[in-house]
């Protein structure tokens, strides 16, 4: 009966820490709403210039076009012009946007970027040129030079570091390793700066309504963290109270061996 007592004992906490363990697909799987007819691209989304950005401008020369002309627009700064230290390999064409949201372009003087995409940029640009009567046809390329978003979660860290100057928040995911069976996928929240405020949104990718949402193409220094669910926790402490009790019954079950071979039978000598 003690024996019986035992093993029901040890079957409960083997069943808790079963039903600890057991996270549904529905917790965890993406896009649970997708379509197989699929769902159309939103490409109005694009990440916009914030004052600290750093933005590689060149206006380039087109088929004809006199490459002298255009040497005023593309001329050797000092690191002071660019905002910071930097040799001559890389200080031609940076451009390091101020708390204001404006760089200072040669020629052109101060042109105000935040907020704009970088095909706006481009087109901000090209038009001042020609508006002044420098050139009638310039064709300017402006690119991101510091695009960057961060993850945070429970078990560290990660600096994403993005090349093709949109990234997206399931790209993110991907690049941070992905989440855990533990992540709550209902609050995965995104910090950004907007109109001089930090603010947060959360997403949740199980859900096709991320494709609609703002947030959902990431701006350079977003911050995307996540939260843990509490049986995680339960989860974690169970399996060293688990180990505790193996190692207890170890012990038990060497005594209760040794003592039954020193114990001498029924009907036997003393």
């Known amino acids: ?102 760089i200072q372009f040669p020629v052109l ?13 481009q087109d901000t640009i090209a038009a001042r040129i020609v508006r002044n009567g420098y050139l009638k046809d310039p064709l300017v390329v402006a690119r991101f030079m510091n695009f960057k978003v961060f993850f945070l979660s429970s078990s560290g860290g990660k600096v994403i570091n993005v090349s093709n100057e949109r990234c997206t928040f399931l790209e993110a995911l991907a690049m941070a390793g992905g989440l855990d069976w533990y992540t709550r996928r209902d609050r995965i929240g995104v910090m950004r700066e907007v109109n001089g405020k930090r603010v947060i949104h959360y997403l949740d990718p199980r859900s096709t309504e991320i494709f609609n949402d703002d ?35 170890s012990v038990v079950a060497i005594y209760t061996m040794v003592r039954s071979l020193l114990t001498p039978k029924n009907g036997g000598t003393q």
């Open 215 to 249: 947030f959902f193409v990431l701006q350079q220094n977003d911050i995307i963290f996540t939260e843990e669910r509490p049986y995680k926790f339960f989860s974690i402490n169970l399996n060293t109270v688990l180990g505790l009790v193996s190692s207890v019954t």
């Open 1 to 102: 009966m003690k024996t019986n007592k035992i093993v029901l004992f040890f079957a409960s906490i083997a069943l808790a820490w079963t039903l600890s363990s057991c996270v549904k697909a529905k917790h965890v799987r993406y896009l649970q709403d997708m379509p197989t007819s699929g769902l159309p691209i939103n490409k109005t989304l694009e990440a916009t210039v914030a004052p600290f950005d750093e933005l590689r401008i060149q206006v380039v020369t087109k088929s004809g076009q006199n490459e002298e002309l255009l040497k005023p627009f593309n001329q050797l700064r000092s690191a002071t012009q660019i905002g910071g230290s930097a040799n001559a390999s890389n200080s031609l064409s940076n451009y390091l946007v101020d708390a204001q949201g404006n």
């Open 109 to 121: 003087g101060d042109v105000h970027v935040e907020g704009l995409t970088r095909l706006q940029v």
